[in-house]
């Protein structure tokens, strides 16, 4: 499969996305309502066409799969919307990409799910094989996502699968109207860097902290793999670590900025499910486990792209 569609490709995950892509040869038909994240003038090239479009109405494209990655996570008081028209910015082009696909015939779909699809759940319950618990309506509408893929897959004979992301951080991260809110990480380096100090939420809880190129090159794995055994695959790379220790990695790199810690720090101990030696899906049916440990380098990037203005810092 050499030639993808990538839907929401102007944000942080698809961008990223699109990035793995293009290192890896594929020709990528990105499509997005705007693109104005600075590191598309990096990604340039003979290889990636920008569309601006939305998802409900994708031009006729010949593609070999394609990557749903739009997605609203801004709440309905955030974009001053009633609770079903933020269910339907999310649910609306789901059906749409799904119908799109099986009319232009595309051989493989993946979906973009979260794990905020556990958010009435303990931390630690986020297995393929926990049942979603959602709670609000973005988490709604990615259980509603798993669901529909599993169903279109299981009765229907399609192949599509949906893929589980959790804690982000990483290169092309910036506020936009569907996704004002940044990450953990960046919103500590953006307070270091205006600040000059970090304050430290919750410092003893725990997060598996997935660099966001490493997405893309998992999603190749699957793109690439013959036969995929499940609907639904969980990506997540990464040692668990607690807030605290995050936040000191983050201090090193912004040239040992202050912390202030919000409350006393317990323990730190890992959350059930967090630590867990038995190879997962991803792993079983690719042989993808390639996962980059948060280092420097890695927050060195992340820093970088926030001072460049993919952050707007």
């Given amino acids: 499969m050499k030639r993808v569609i990538v839907t929401g490709a102007n944000g942080f995950v698809g961008c990223n996305i699109v990035g793995a892509l293009l290192a890896a040869g594929y020709t990528v038909l990105a499509a997005d309502f705007a693109f104005d994240n600075p590191a598309y003038k990096r990604l340039a090239g003979d290889n990636i066409r920008c569309i601006t479009t939305d998802c409900v109405n994708l031009p006729p494209l010949s593609a070999d799969a394609l990557i749903h990655a739009a997605a609203v996570t801004a709440t309905p008081a955030a974009r001053g919307e009633s609770p079903e028209d933020n269910l339907r910015a999310n649910i609306e082009p789901l059906l749409a990409v799904s119908e799109y696909v099986e009319a232009r015939r595309i051989q493989r779909a993946i979906f973009i799910s979260s794990t905020a699809v556990f958010r009435q759940a303990p931390s630690g319950e986020r297995r393929e094989s926990d049942p979603p618990q959602p709670l609000d309506t973005y ?44 990450s953990a990480v960046a919103t500590m380096m953006r307070e270091a860097l205006r600040q000059g100090e970090i304050t430290v939420e919750a410092p003893g809880e725990m997060r598996r902290w997935t660099y966001a190129p490493d997405i893309g090159r998992a999603l190749i794995a699957l793109l690439e793999a013959d036969t ?27 040239a040992g900025v202050a912390l202030r810690v919000s409350e006393e720090a317990p323990p730190a101990r890992p959350a059930p499910g967090l630590v867990g030696s038995a190879p997962g899906r991803l792993q079983r049916d690719t042989g993808f486990d390639d996962w980059t440990p948060m280092n420097a380098e890695t927050l060195s990037a992340t820093l970088d792209s926030l001072r460049s203005g993919a952050g707007h810092a």
């Fill in 139 to 182: 988490s709604v509408a990615k259980a509603l996502l798993e669901h529909t893929v599993a169903t279109l897959r299981t009765e229907y004979d399609r192949d599509v699968v949906a893929v589980r992301l959790s804690a982000i951080y990483g290169p092309c991260e910036y506020a936009r109207s569907t996704r004002p809110r940044l």
């Fill in 228 to 254: 995929l055994r499940h609907s639904l695959y969980q990506l997540e790379g990464g040692e668990a670590l607690s807030n605290l220790a995050v936040a000191r990695q983050i201090s090193r790199v912004c």
